[in-house]
Each structure stands twice: as C-alpha cells, then as structure tokens.
C-alpha cells in the first residue's frame, strides 16, 4: 500500500459488526478476488466483504471514506484487463450477494435487476416469459460488472452495447451516497446523463448495485450461417460487404484457421480447418429466409467453399458454442501457459487491412495466437498464448501487443472495443483521447471521487 491510503485494519472492526461472517481475510478468498482471467499478476485486497443489498454497500463505501481504505467492486472475475487487482490493497465487494430479479415488466420490455444477477440467470427467468436481454459477452459475468466495463459480445451488431441497453441505474458514490440514473422512459433529456457517464467506469467512480435493462422479444424466427474461406481477408470482406448491404445481422463473428483447429479439438467438432464466417439473423420467417440467402450469396461471391445455413435450433446453440468456448479452447492450445487476451476495434473500412497485418506480424514472430471478433462492428480479439517464466517469450508477447494497439490507434480506432481499460491499458489512453480529454476525465474523477479510494489504478492514468 502507498501512504496515501489507510490500512483495513481502521474499519475492519465495524465492517465486522456491519456483516459478521461475510467479511473475510483468508489469503485464498483474497488472492480469488484479485485476479480477472487477464494476463496481469494478482493484486490482492486486504479483506473480502460480502454485501447483500444497496444499503449495506454504501454503509461499507462510507467506512472505507472515512478511513481512506481503498474499495474494489467485484463480480464474476471474468475481466481481462486487471480491473479487479487491488492495486492499493483496500476492501474488496463482492456483489454476488445482490442476485434478485427485482422486476419484469413484460408490456414495456423492461426489468430491475441487482447487480449480482448472472447473464444466464437472467436468460433463464426471461426465456419463460417470451423475453431476452440482449447483451452476450460469451462469460457468464454479472450483469453489474457489465455495466460496469461497457461489455458487448457477439450481439452488439445487431442489438447494441451495454450503453444502448441500459436504462438505469443505482450506484454507491464514494462518500456513500446512492443516487439513482435514467429510469423507465424510453428516452430524456433530463440533466447530465449520468447513466453513461457510469457506464464503463470500471468501478472508478462509484459501486454499481441495481440495473434497469432494456429487454425484447423472442424473434418469430431466427437462423445461422457459416461458412469457410480459403484465405482470412476473403471471410472479412465477406462480412464487410454483409454489413455495408444493410442485411441487418444480429450477429457476425470470424474465426480465423488457427481458432478452428483450437475449437475443433476443444470443443469435439470437425469443422475443415480454414477461416470461418458465423452469421445469425432474426426476424419474421419470410424475411430471415432472404437475408440468410443474400448472405450466402455475398459469400460465394468471396470464394466461401461450404456455406451451410441452419434454423434448427439445437444446430444453432452446437454452432454458437464454439464462440462460447473460444477463448478456453485457445488456451488449450498451450494448457500450461497463459494467455493475453486483447481486442481492439477499428472502423469497418480498415478492418480487412488489420487483421491482415495483425496475422502477418503474429506468425512472423511465431506466437501461437489464434485471432478471433465480432468483425461486423469492426471488433477483434487475439488470444497470445505465452510463458509468463519465459523472459524471450513474455518480451515478445509484449512487443506483438503494443504493435496490434499502434496499429489500431493509427487505422482510426481505439485500443478496446470492448474489454476496458483496467490498468493493463492505461498506457494507451493519453494516445487515443488525447492529453485534454484525460484532463477533464481526471477532473470528473476528482469531482465524485477527491480521495481517489475507489478502483485507485484503473482507467485514469497518472499525471
């Protein structure tokens, strides 16, 4: 810990008195929370709470002020960039507490849910009812820590971000007030939008603990198409072409050969092993059936030599599971190392060039690493596969992400599409946003946070 900050020990007393047995400071419990599945070292916080509501939370967030003690939300631990590391030590909230489906209102495609409440959980509860929630990231994370890091996944093509989803939300700030954002109105003009501001903030500037979300409708119909390509660029200029006829995907994801043959063998398929193209699309049955035929002709026209075209429903959930299990399937390619999970996102015109670039410079340096991304937003991820004992391999791995970003950064994109900031891409900010927007983020910070006790280390870089 530096000096700026106070010692558990001020509050862990009172914090005690607040939870009894949900506190804890067991070195197992504490090494858990902080570590995500990124490539950085964990961070461990001090002591593990573990609220079960709104109240307790800002209770919490108000011992930690008073003492100065760091506060560190938590939620599945399914980030990539080090967000949960205790950098400062401090207290860790686990929300997984906070797991109630508060409300569903079914006629105005809303509900309320704690942020502890897991995207499967969800799922589940509004399968039953004819509904969905939108937002897939592949992980079954909490829908808190979601909102928290801005997620998407495979839908955001066709449905949007968190950002687009969200309708409102309850967060802790750092001196323990709660405040309430947006609401049930589809749309306001009321005040500082402070929905989006929180969006994304990693924790930074207060503890997410409800989310009213956006729901829809089951779709009367919906199919999948794949399709396999001779060469990488030939399966992404399918799917900027996809994309630029306005057929409307609601998913569109690439995997390249080296993903295949991690799939094929993690996940028992047989998928020939060359660059895949995965397209789904919803709607009426008449017009899923044109827009997955005019897909497949986009594809042949691009030397697609197997598209297949499914509505089956158990063909499609056997199709998508191998996006699901991607990134685990891609660690298996090297079981006893790790891996560093990046993705950047750049606009769809510069998309085939980067991608093309990013498989060149990888199989000249020789790093297993398979390339993967929800191409129809222009969104891809690479799977570095190093040994952290390796200093030769940990340099080059280092090396090759720096370039991808750069490269990135220079093609008019951003450094993340998706992941976060955390702290293991604060480098890259100042680059992309520039040294003013930096500023004024600080001062936002400064603002809702003047102690800096909550997430210290993640997002703002230091000055």
């Not at 969905?132 to 990231?137: L, Y």
Request: net charge negative; aromatic share 4%.
């Amino acid at each position: 810990m530096t000096g700026r900050y106070g010692s558990i020990e001020a509050v862990l007393p009172e914090v005690r008195a607040l939870l009894g047995e949900r506190v804890t400071t067991s070195p197992d419990e504490r090494r858990h929370h902080g570590t995500d599945e990124g490539w950085q070292d964990p961070a461990a916080p001090e002591a593990v709470a573990f609220p079960h509501s709104t109240e307790e939370v800002a209770r919490l967030v108000r011992l930690c002020t008073e003492a100065r003690v760091p506060v560190i939300p938590f939620g599945a631990g399914t980030s990539f960039e080090g967000g949960v590391g205790a950098l400062h030590g401090g207290l860790c909230l686990d929300l997984s507490g906070l797991s109630r489906i508060l409300a569903v209102h079914d006629s105005d495609l809303d509900c309320l849910v704690e942020a502890g409440v897991r995207r499967t959980q969800l799922e589940e509860h509004l399968g039953r009812r004819g509904l969905f929630f939108s937002v897939d990231p592949g992980a079954d994370a909490t829908i808190g820590g979601m909102a928290a890091t801005g997620a998407s996944g495979t839908t955001t093509v066709g449905y949007g971000t968190m950002r687009e989803a969200v309708l409102g939300l309850t967060v802790v700030l750092a001196g323990g007030e709660v405040v309430h954002t947006g609401g049930r109105a589809r749309k306001s003009s009321a005040g500082y939008d402070l929905t989006h501001l929180l969006l994304g903030s990693e924790g930074t500037l207060g503890v997410i603990t409800e989310v009213a979300l956006r729901l829809h409708g089951i779709p009367e119909a919906s199919a999948v198409g794949r399709a396999g390509f001779a060469a990488l660029a030939q399966a992404v200029q399918t799917a900027i072409e996809i994309m630029q006829r306005g057929l409307g995907p609601v998913r569109l994801e690439l995997l390249d050969e080296v993903q295949v043959a991690a799939s094929n063998a993690y996940s028992g398929l047989d998928l020939p092993r060359r660059p895949h193209l995965l397209v789904e699309f919803h709607g009426t049955p008449g017009a899923v059936a044109e827009q997955v035929a005019a897909a497949g002709e986009v594809a042949a026209a691009h030397g697609a030599q197997d598209w297949r075209s499914t509505s089956d429903a158990a063909e499609r959930r056997r199709l998508w599971k191998i996006r699901h299990e991607a990134y685990y399937a891609a660690r298996a390619l090297r079981p006893a190392v790790r891996g560093m999970v990046t993705d950047v996102c750049v606009p769809l015109s510069r998309l085939a060039d980067c991608i093309a670039e990013t498989r060149a410079d990888l199989d000249a340096s020789g790093i297993p690493a398979p390339i993967l991304g929800h191409v129809g937003d222009g969104n891809f991820h690479v799977v570095l596969l190093f040994d952290p004992e390796d200093p030769v391999e940990s340099a080059q791995v280092r090396a090759a992400h720096d370039r991808l970003v750069q490269r990135a950064l220079g093609m008019g994109g951003t450094c993340t599409g998706e992941h976060g900031v955390g702290h293991g891409k604060l480098r890259y900010l100042a680059a992309e946003r520039g040294a003013a927007a930096v500023a004024a983020m600080r001062a936002v910070k400064a603002a809702l946070d003047p102690q800096g006790i909550m997430n210290p280390g993640k997002v703002i870089p230091p000055e």
